[in-house]
């Protein structure tokens, strides 16, 4: 599980689909709960303190699990793998190295085959954080970053004259500013 790098990717998934703006606050109340499940965020668990309300960027800046776990519901699991698919999870990168694995990007029939058990809300929130069974190399981490703040997704290689082929992925000017901004 890449963890927070992941974050990024839902914020996109929330501005895109149109669940969060810039201006979208969350109250960080330390934890969610949702029956005898308990999902906190990590400044909570570590030093028992909370952020009050946070916006986008704070969220960024401060990896704030809270916020993505409230954007990771409103946008849905299926948005979820989409938007991650987009940006080249859970598939392989190309890079000339033997043995290349896709990673994982878990959906709700992967789920249901590989356990038997149904999606729940509680697999929603680990996706959003880049926690869960959501699988990638250290080389999808490195491209989808590119992917964030560029908007762009590129091919990968080991070798110089290897010629870069990008696509466009579509992203808003204005978010790849806000998601930028956050991340620095």
């Known amino acids: 599980?890449?963890?927070?790098?992941?974050?990024?990717?839902?914020?996109?998934?929330g501005l895109d689909e149109g669940k969060i703006t810039r201006d979208t606050q969350y109250e960080d109340t330390g934890e969610i709960k949702v029956g005898e499940y308990r999902y906190g965020n990590w400044y909570f668990d570590q030093y028992g303190r909370t952020e009050g309300s946070i916006n986008l960027t704070k969220a960024l800046a401060r990896s704030n699990d809270i916020y993505f776990y409230?954007?990771?519901?409103?946008?849905?699991?299926?948005?979820?793998?989409?938007?991650?698919r987009k940006f080249g999870l859970g598939e392989k990168t190309g890079i000339e190295l033997p043995g290349e694995r896709a990673g994982l990007v878990p959906d709700r029939l992967w789920?249901?085959?590989?356990?038997?058990?149904k999606w729940f809300l509680?697999?929603?929130?680990?996706?959003?954080?880049g926690q869960g069974d959501l699988l990638v190399s250290p080389i999808q981490v490195a491209r989808m970053t590119l992917g964030i703040i560029s908007g762009r997704l590129c091919n990968i290689s080991l070798f110089l004259d290897s010629p870069v082929e990008c696509k466009d992925l579509g992203l808003k000017t204005e978010n790849i500013s806000l998601v930028r901004e956050g991340m620095k």
């Open 122 to 129: 509680g697999n929603t929130y680990h996706l959003a954080i």
């Open 1 to 13: 599980p890449p963890g927070s790098v992941f974050k990024p990717v839902t914020a996109y998934a």
């Open 111 to 117: 789920k249901e085959r590989a356990t038997g058990e």
């Open 70 to 84: 409230k954007v990771g519901e409103e946008v849905g699991v299926e948005k979820l793998v989409s938007w991650s």
